[in-house]
Nanobody
Framework: QVQLVESGGGLVQAGGSLRLSCVAS????????LAWYRQAPGKQRELVAT???????SYADSVKGRFTISRDNAKNTVYLQMNSLKPEDTAVYYC?????????WGQGTQVTVSS
């Protein structure tokens, strides 16, 4: 099972930007769909963005127009560029496959947006 490790989180003021990275221990070329998820305290984990081998993407309505997901198969890495950050974006962000049955979750990376 390929392992995914998130990084790039931190503290940022509202309106600022961050780029998250997710590095795989093996090739992600054969994984059809990768995704970023997030979980805020007291809330359920939610799907933020997805990207397929074709390059097609989808986004949660709450981040559409502000976040961009991309993947670099040569570097076995998926990215999440986050612009115009809002306090409600504060959460632990995780990357994983779209189909998560039987998979584990990494440590995630904390994103905190101050007002």
């Amino acid at each position: 099972q390929v392992q995914l490790v998130e990084s790039g989180g931190g503290l940022v003021q509202a309106g600022g930007s961050l780029r998250l990275s997710c590095v795989a221990s093996g090739s992600i070329f054969s994984i059809n769909a990768l995704a970023w998820y997030r979980q805020a305290p007291g809330k359920q984990r939610e799907l933020v963005a997805t990207i397929r081998i074709s390059g097609s993407t989808s986004y949660a309505d709450s981040v559409k127009g502000r976040f961009t997901i991309s993947r670099d198969n040569a570097k076995n890495t998926v990215y999440l560029q986050m612009n115009s950050l809002k306090p409600e974006d504060t959460a632990v962000y995780y990357c994983n496959t779209v189909l998560t049955l039987g998979r584990t979750w990494g440590q995630g990376t904390q994103v905190t947006v101050s007002s």
